[in-house]
């Protein structure tokens, strides 16, 4: 699995540094020896990108899934704190990045159904790659994630039905984003656990939809990202490339992850 | 196309009809094989009836911004003390529901009462000039406090000039207060009276203290007995849910700040039974007696760096209420710790004259030493437990006249 340097949790100047000097992912350093990098890098930074290398391969052994192709649906599940939201904000950037730095060069939207969303934080999300992307200004990759705010099951539900739409009008949309898909039908269902429960199923049916109808579509691929914070999974599936794998439907596949993530949040 | 709008919306109206809805967006609340059924429409009309549906439920052309447009006012509330507002990451963020939990007398109201101040200063000062409501739970609002903080708390963030230009009737006519005895009259306000004020656009601050109140012991005292079963949990759950998706809906559409204050439970360890607030002195005492002096020698008593303060506060055995739903509705958290000044008596201090046997089985005296002062009063602290914009911080803080005012502030984030 390819670690690219981009979304190692390695300080920006260092990674900077780097892909200047044609270093794009962790086999590039692994096949090098330190007597290369000590030329443009000190010895203790040298040792911060070691330790960035081994948290990212432990990411890659507890994620049994390969991740291969556009058309796929992928849930991040964590506790508070772990990092979920800011991972997600991180991907709608990083999804506008050409293919070489991990992106599919293509916009994402962002469905935010818990105010979750932060200008500040995706311009700081957007400054720390665009430092390390020639070819885009921070700006041009915020412009690159749009964002709906919806309040309700009914709301997100009319969204996901309307995305075709949207899709074909928005133009280039690669990356769908819902942070979260279970609070709407928990709000809008408090009491109502069967009724909560079909409203998701028909959710993952839409989503599987919207995916494998955008699949085969070599124009306009769809790569699809639901997440759910639930209480209980303390776990999260996470990956540094895009896009992911399949798993979608009322039971979700579980990978223990919680701390990966939290290896991951420090990207900047 | 106009005649085919026409003939879409007699349609619907029918299909409304026929589902049993009375808004369109009821029928997105099923799923559409269901709506298929009960309306009896075949698949093309279906399809075109549940599409306009979708669109007159979300229109999404007027939903949609870039990330650059979005109408993230980015205001904050400053706590009116620069080292508190660094350790929450700014203050606290419009738009966003805070929860301030801590153990009893730790502070938690009062600052929720210095936040209430600091809204309505002018933006140049600090604040956002917005009025506030303030949800009373747990017994009287101490207004006398509320007013002996204003004048000092105005003094020390704009200065004297404007503290002798400030009204305190003022301050307090912009802070509208309700007290809540019982779940119901509470939740009849959030229904109808809150909407009411929030609507008029010039609240920034909502405070509820405490959210936990009704929830806990309201539940728990019922006449039916109920209380601890499934049925008392699910109610609950319902309750947290519906007060949650009101006050994230409330905060994003009237730009304003809700603080929760929340209370603390107990953890159980079936092994090592409930150690409570005493695990606190115990491991002070603990620290204390292993410590040495430059020689080697033991002490009795030591200076506990500020890392062993961290270290102890964090083993108390207690976590905020209400559980992880509630964690998950929040977006962030601020733990408050107090801990109370040890009495002399509490440090093994040997008595003058008093023999003590050292490690080569000589005796020797050991000199009576003051225990240090910081463990002698009370010291407080604030944490920004979590928060999507800052990381995990705690600031040591005491509490005067004008408030809370920062004494050191140190970065715990891993």
């Not at chain 1, 506790?79 to 950037?93: A, E, N, V």
């Not at chain 1, 159904?113 to 430092?131: K, L, P, V, Y």
């Not at chain 2, 003094?155 to 400030?166: D, I, N, P, S, T």
Request: glycine share 6%; net charge neutral; with cysteine.
């Amino acid at each position: 699995m390819l670690h690219f340097v981009l979304f190692l949790g390695i300080p920006v100047l260092i990674k900077e540094r780097l892909l200047r000097n044609r270093y794009r992912t962790a086999a590039d350093l692994e096949s090098d020896n330190n007597g290369a990098l000590l030329k443009f890098l000190t010895l203790p930074e040298t040792h911060c990108i070691y330790i960035a290398v081994i948290a990212a391969a432990t990411v890659s052994v507890v994620c049994s899934s390969a991740w291969s192709r556009l058309g796929n649906i992928a849930e991040f599940i964590g506790d508070p704190r772990s990092g979920q939201t800011q991972l997600c904000l991180r991907l709608c950037i990083a999804a506008q990045l050409p293919a070489e730095l991990g992106g599919i060069e293509m916009r994402a939207v962002y469905v935010d159904c818990i105010g979750s969303f932060s200008s500040s934080d995706a311009s700081r999300a957007a400054q720390s790659i665009s430092c390390c992307c020639q070819q885009s200004s921070h700006e041009q990759l915020l412009n690159g994630v749009g964002v709906f705010r919806v309040y309700s099951a009914h709301e997100l539900m009319a969204l996901l039905v309307s995305f075709e739409n949207i899709r074909s009008q928005l133009n280039n949309v690669g990356l769908l984003v819902i942070n979260t898909i279970s609070w709407p039908f928990l709000a809008s269902f408090p009491d109502n656990v069967f009724r909560r429960q079909a409203m998701q199923a028909e959710a993952a049916s839409l989503l599987t939809r919207i995916a494998s109808k955008n699949s085969d579509n070599s124009a306009g691929t769809t790569a699809s990202i639901s997440l759910i914070k639930t209480r209980y999974a303390a776990r999260a599936l996470v990956d540094g490339r895009l896009p992911w794998t399949v798993m979608c439907g009322a039971a979700f596949l579980l990978i223990a992850l919680h701390s990966a993530a939290k290896m991951l949040v420090p990207i900047n | 196309m106009a005649n085919s709008n026409d003939s879409d919306s007699a349609l619907l109206s029918k299909c409304l009809t026929k589902v049993g809805c009375e808004e369109p967006y009821q029928c997105m609340l099923m799923p559409y094989s269901e709506f298929l059924r009960l309306s009896g429409l075949d698949e093309e009309q279906g399809q075109r009836i549940w599409t306009l549906i979708s669109s007159l439920t979300y229109p999404w052309k007027e939903k949609y911004k870039v990330a650059t447009e979005v109408q993230n006012t980015e205001k904050w509330i400053y706590t009116g003390d620069q080292q508190i507002d660094k350790c929450l990451g700014g203050g606290i963020r419009l738009g966003s529901i805070v929860e301030v939990v801590g153990e009893g007398a730790t502070g938690k109201t009062q600052l929720c009462i210095q936040l209430a101040i600091a809204a309505q200063l002018p933006e140049s000062f600090g604040g956002v000039d917005g009025d506030v409501v303030y949800i009373s739970t747990e017994g009287a609002f101490p207004v006398h406090r509320l007013e002996s903080m204003i004048l000092p708390f105005v003094r020390r963030v704009c200065g004297e000039q404007y503290a002798q230009a400030v009204s305190i009737d003022g301050f307090m006519r912009r802070i509208q207060l309700a007290e809540f005895e019982d779940m119901e009259t509470m939740f009849h306000a959030l229904d109808y009276k809150v909407p009411a004020i929030l609507s008029t656009g010039r609240v920034r601050l909502v405070v509820v203290d405490s959210i936990a109140a009704h929830l806990r012991y309201d539940m728990d005292s019922r006449e039916d007995g109920r209380s601890g079963s499934s049925s008392f949990y699910k109610e609950r759950t319902s309750h947290l849910v519906s007060m949650g998706a009101r006050f994230k809906r409330w905060a994003d559409e009237y730009q304003c700040a809700f603080i929760c204050v929340n209370q603390v439970k107990d953890i159980i360890d079936p092994n090592k039974g409930n150690h409570g607030p005493a695990t606190l002195t115990r491991s002070h005492r603990q620290l204390s007696s292993h410590a040495t002096d430059d020689s080697g020698q033991g002490t009795g008593m030591s200076l506990l760096d500020m890392d062993g303060e961290f270290a102890v506060l964090t083993r108390s055995k207690k976590a905020p209420a209400l559980g992880s739903l509630w964690a998950n509705i929040i977006d962030a958290r601020v733990m408050m710790y107090q801990r109370r000044g040890l009495a002399l008596s509490d440090f093994r201090c040997p008595a003058v004259g008093e023999q003590q046997q050292s490690e080569d089985g000589h005796s020797s005296f050991a000199s009576q030493q003051q225990p240090p002062s910081h463990l002698l009063r009370t010291r407080r602290w604030i944490e920004n437990d979590f928060s999507p914009w800052a990381p995990r911080a705690q600031c040591e803080v005491v509490l005067g006249d004008s408030g809370f005012q920062s004494i050191h502030l140190f970065n715990t984030s891993t």
